[in-house]
């Protein structure tokens, strides 16, 4: 891990870890303790290079910005050279790479340094990349506002670097919040728009959606990609679930965004089931009750939480990771310990919504959707005129409730698991990654997850994630002296390493959070690891 001062001793504040600062002045012996029961060293690397266990990225939030300058005060978003001559701190003014700890975005300097970082480095070492939204540049510049044929330039520069950074690797990428105009504003399918945006936003990304899903994502924004023989993603469109879109309610009129989109997973499930295979989710914004409306958090849980079969041919399909970026910092949450189930637990009753009902027997509104645009067999402009006039049931607040202290917020989440006795069944686990945006330090997460069955995992269905690492880019040094591309991103920090667990699964995450619960030196570890300051 890196030795490099703490962004408190730097005297410079990271968005939403001003809280975090005091507490971690007082931790800097608590980074060397390893949990006695670590995987690390020698015997964690040689679990890992298993030939049954292999690799995949997550990289999220490039947010590209062609207007930043280097030598730039913060204060302009990065965007302006201080106005004055006398301007003598150039401490404070921007550096090649870009600025950590500031509101601005991410230079074409970075993206082009990342992209050689990881074609050096990671070119064909990893199956697939789940690339997860946000390459357009926050629109924060009232001298320079943006426009969506900005967005969608920005969204194409991150595509380019993808594809040269990884080659044939499959990239599935996905849409957020500032990939739309005006940001957090995105109307529901069948509004010029929408449609508009996401026709451009295929183009940018230039054949990375398959061709028998480009309805779909011309649709609602979401498409469906094989990876392998075993392994389907879904890339959903958080949009229709998030709180901060005025244009879209929550998830229980009939004719909700949101709500379709949940039957479109629902009926991803059951392909699954039917083809063998099993899921990953990658989304932008995370689900919680912060983020998402409550009836569109409760119908998201109840739809991909499930309870964890035992190995065999006749298991339902595990959904076995769920993506997301946004919140820039390095994290994972539980998901359904606050969702409304409404679930028996011998399930002899069958307590199926309407709208369950009609994906599971393809009749119906979602029937239509599901022989039609669903299956490549209609296009878009034929349901132009839907009307969504009775989508909004939902009267919560439209900003989203962000919370005090993230980390704080996350360890009573993880109390409230813990404690439930017995647990319920029915949970799964999201995985928050870092940002390449140096809000803190720029940085992506390299997953390792079983391939196939193997003797020295049979306890665990091939696809179960396994262990992951965070790289980061120092850009306080590599602003003063220009890196090797090898070095420009340095492997941070491995999960297993930090706190001896086997594997990440639910069951070992439940386990991990009782022990991160009762020790205080385990604690003061997660939260400086969360913002990425060691």
Known sequence: MSTKPSSCSRGVWAVGAIAACATLAVVAMAWTMI?????????????LNNTAVSRFIHITDLHVDPNYVTGATAYSQCHRRPSTAGHSDDSSLTGEFGRPNAKCDS?????????EYLRREWMGKVDFVMWTGDSGRHDNDAELPRTLDEIIEQNSIAARSMKYAFGATPIIPNVGNNDVSPHNELPGPGHKR????????????????????????HYGGYFARDLGKKLTALSVNTMYWYRANAKVGGCKAKDSPGLAQLAWIRWQIRRARARGRDIIILGHVAPNLDNYRPTCYHGYARTVAQIVPPPGPDSPPLIHAQLFGHSNVDAWAFVGPDANWALPANNTVDTRLWWEKQVDEEDGQFGDL?????????????????????????????GPAV???????????????????PRHPRLGITTISPS???????AFRVFHYLKREDMAWRHLRPGTLLDYDVYTADLYRHNVERPEVGRFYERFYRFSEEYG???????????????????KSMRKKFRALAFLDM
């Open 194 to 217: 929408a449609r508009y945006t996401f026709q451009q936003l295929a183009n940018a990304w230039d054949g990375l959606i398959p061709l028998d899903q480009i309805s779909t994502f």
């Open 501 to 519: 667990i086997g594997d990440l699964s639910v069951d070992s995450y439940v386990k991990w959070a009782r022990r991160l619960l009762t020790s």
């Open 370 to 398: 599901i022989h039609g645009i669903w299956s490549d067999q209609q296009t878009i402009q034929s349901i132009e005129d839907r009307d969504w006039a009775l989508m909004e049931d939902d009267h919560s607040p439209v």
């Open 436 to 442: 390449v945006i140096p809000k803190l330090l720029p």
């Open 403 to 421: 919370p005090g202290d993230f980390v704080e917020t996350l360890l009573r989440e993880y109390e409230r698991v813990v404690m439930q006795t």
């Open 107 to 115: 230079p074409l300097s970075l993206i082009n340094a990342t992209s």
């Open 35 to 47: 949990s006695t029961n670590s995987l690390g060293g020698d015997k964690g690397e040689r679990r």
